[in-house]
């Protein structure tokens, strides 16, 4: 997996950080966070803090003894072990586009199949950048909505051999994506010692976590699984247009829950999540690959790391309705900020379009070469006497050319990213080859890849455990 | 114009520093550096350097004297005084594409003309984010080669009243850049106290300075007109395919120039330049927008600095022969680097197509759309109690929304960037408004700023006194 060891990017000085600290210390205590949920509410006034009616409002130090108790890093193991992942530290781990309920297939707009979330599922099992396929990769609305979460599962276990994210839709889904990880891995106990999958834990922003999403979160915490507790913010919307204001919010409403997380198993995994952009003032509408987006990711990398807590941000995000030119520019945008952040689990890193509602073959191509040359991109230099091949000069001489020379001969093969999808031809040579487009190659390369793919390897017996249990349980859920 | 009081990204650790200058002292002192111009040779044999042939053997001392006799920062006047520049410090200023000989328009790409030249300039004149047109636009192939220089200089004066950049084909050229400035300022005595041209000195590399660009050189020093000395690098055919070689050799290099420049007139001001990508060793195509180049340009920033000298580099560069995906991404992966940088003197900041090649009208468009979302990204939070907002979430509450409240109210107009080109309309909407793409957006825009276009007001005996000297010109230079 990939080690971020280039600097980070920080923006906020100490000053700015300790004024940020009084006010998500203010938020808390003044105005509180509401859980919809009275296990929640239960272990917050047992734990001796004041909760009045669905508001529980919080001691900022008590949120903070809570916080220490969580993992700075941790493991989630993959079935395939070259595939397990660290999150925290220098750690970045990807995964693809998470919820969208439409595809695009080039001109085609349409709802999401289950056969699209299981081609995008093979795609993130071809390309080594991604270390998951996320969870909810695409909304398959030709299956019954109550056990679909059955089927979503099933082919991240099958089709994938990589890290694949817990069902959060409610407190069933969760105790039954459990049920299936035990299986896969070979109990509860293997499970609790390391972790298998993570589950997003979306907040009802401004300050409010519901019930469904809780009922999840404590199935996952129970079990010691991580969960990545998200202030979900469109600025202007879901939070004031003030970017402080917004950042203080996420740290009030991150810290409650994963003062929840800990309650409910001291020492159980988390990470400070991040879901931050704006919305159009005139339509409403909301905007990605903002700027405003990027420094709220910047500042988001940087409060997280004071807390000592992973953190998740970032992605290919881009509110276009096509993978054009706003779509490249734009997803750049947010993923450039997201190295430069060092974020640790980044969502949506492959395939979003139209500010999340699209999931996008051709655009899943783009974002990984973006995702490709991120990773080149930030790969420390090594400076040393023998990179600066004084002798390179002297053979080549004035005015000269290096493509020949001996220097180059031996390194030509890997001195330089090697593009996926970005294309260099002269004109002449591009025109033959049918002039197409980056969109358009896009789309040659993501069906020769679902072409070769190959499903990874998997226990015969263990597979059948798996669908018996699918077909078991859709049918007490009464699909 | 813009001043980036964001912090540098830097990468160059001191010792990386230390071995980059022990490269490049000992390519000039060992390898030397060619200067096919006699007058260069004269100087430098003048100042104790030692010369075989072309070659001039440089004490690596004696260059940084020279190189000490720069000044760190510098203005350049524009005949409007508001769009006067400052070049250094945390100044950036900004011009559009420099050299193509082609332009592409929607799906037709051709030979550039007049027309395109004067269209362009008219763009750059219309955006407040660019600071130039630049220079050559776009090579006018429909005009006589000889004299063209005079129909571009002249277009730039009277239809743009910004910064633009001297001719450097040639002697001749940069004189009658030189004569029509006096013209338009006011004689050799303004220009010489504050310049008002600058002047891209490109060197041939490796380690050669043409003899072409040197007689432009001394016509613009002696002058006291800035020049920007820019090693021109494709890693892989103009130097050895490692990016600390390059930046050892753009030392030499860009030093070399530099102190040619102090050796013709003491105190003349000077760019840093770096134009610096790789070529793909497959084809041996120049390829812009990469991992490789966006590094270079992060150390490249970092090295000017410790030189204390003002820099140029960056820009909106891609290969790729449409303004897609592709374009979109390639011109950020040099753009949000050139602001981390800091870059002081950007060109090709907007237009800029296929590797150079072609001035694109739409990439035009999309490229101004990223420059204000850099300006926008780089310039300080505010960060104090008053940004908080704690009032509004008292008005809101919990699970609210903030579109509606008094913060909200007082801040809306102003408080996110506000797009160009980029669409957040919601599918139906968008499809309703013809489903256009953001090349096709562009396209309306582009039409529309020269269709509002206004020419800058310009006293009449002036431009009679500029067009008469293009017309004795022209008719001197035989065309």
């Known amino acids: 997996m990939f080690r971020n060891t280039m600097p980070r990017y920080d923006l906020l000085s100490d000053e700015a950080m300790a004024t940020l600290d009084r006010g998500w210390r203010r938020i808390v205590s003044e105005i509180g966070v509401e859980f919809l949920s009275d296990r929640a509410l239960d272990l917050f006034r047992a734990a ?51 919820g969208p309920p439409f595809v695009r297939q080039g001109q085609v707009r349409r709802d999401a ?23 909810v990769v695409c909304e398959p609305n030709d299956t019954p909505l109550d056990s679909r979460h059955l089927d979503m599962t099933l082919a991240l276990q099958t089709l994938t051999d990589k890290l694949y994210m817990g069902n959060v839709v409610s407190g069933v889904n969760a105790r039954d994506t459990i049920a299936m990880s035990e299986i896969l891995f ?79 198993r001291p020492g159980c995994p988390v990470v400070f999540g991040s879901f931050l952009s704006n919305i159009d003032m005139q339509s409403g509408s909301p905007c990605f690959g903002t700027p405003e987006s990027a420094t709220g990711l910047l500042c988001t990398g940087q409060i997280a790391r004071h807390f000592g807590l992973p953190f998740r941000t970032g992605g290919a995000m881009t509110s276009s309705q096509l993978p054009d030119a706003q779509a490249g520019y734009e997803a750049l945008m947010t993923l450039l900020p997201t190295f430069l952040a060092g974020a640790n689990w980044v969502m949506h890193a492959a395939g979003w ?52 020379a001996m220097h180059t001969m031996e390194r030509f093969r890997t001195c330089f990213y090697r593009p996926l999808l970005s294309s260099s031809e002269n004109y002449e040579r591009w025109m033959r080859g049918g002039g197409v487009d980056a969109a358009g190659r896009a789309e040659q390369i993501y069906q020769k890849r679902l072409a070769d793919y190959e499903q990874p390897p998997l226990d015969d017996a263990v597979r059948a455990e798996l669908e018996e249990y699918v077909v078991r349980r859709r049918a007490e859920l009464g699909d």
Not at 54 to 61: A, G
Not at 113 to 135: H, P
Not at 236 to 262: D, N
Not at 369 to 398: C, K, N, W, Y
């Open 186 to 264: 070979g109990g509860r106990e293997v499970i609790e010692r390391t972790p298998v999958t993570i589950s997003l834990i979306n907040c009802n922003s401004p300050l409010r976590w519901d019930d469904r999403m809780l009922d999840a979160q404590f199935e996952y915490c129970a079990a010691a699984q991580p969960v990545v507790l998200t202030p979900f913010i469109l600025m202007g919307a879901m939070s004031p247009v003030t970017i402080p204001a917004a950042l203080v919010q996420q740290m009030a409403e991150a810290l409650s829950g994963i003062a929840l997380a800990q309650l409910i």
């Open 48 to 98: 001796g803090q004041r909760v009045e009616d669905n508001t529980v409002f919080l001691d900022p130090d008590f949120v903070l003894e809570q916080v220490a108790k969580a993992p700075r890093e941790f493991d989630v193991a993959a079935r395939n072990p070259e595939h397990s992942v660290h999150i925290g530290g220098d750690a970045m781990a990807f995964g693809a586009v998470y």
């Open 113 to 135: 199949t289950m056969e699209d979330f299981r081609s995008f599922a093979k795609l993130a099992q071809s390309f080594d950048t991604l270390d998951s396929a996320g969870g």
């Open 353 to 404: 379009l139209e500010g999340g509602l699209v999931a996008c073959y051709e655009k899943f191509v783009i974002d990984i070469e973006l995702l490709q040359m991120m990773r080149e991109e930030f790969t420390p230099l090594e400076i040393d006497e023998a990179s600066l091949a004084f002798d390179a000069h002297t053979e080549v001489g004035h005015g000269g050319h290096f493509l020949g």
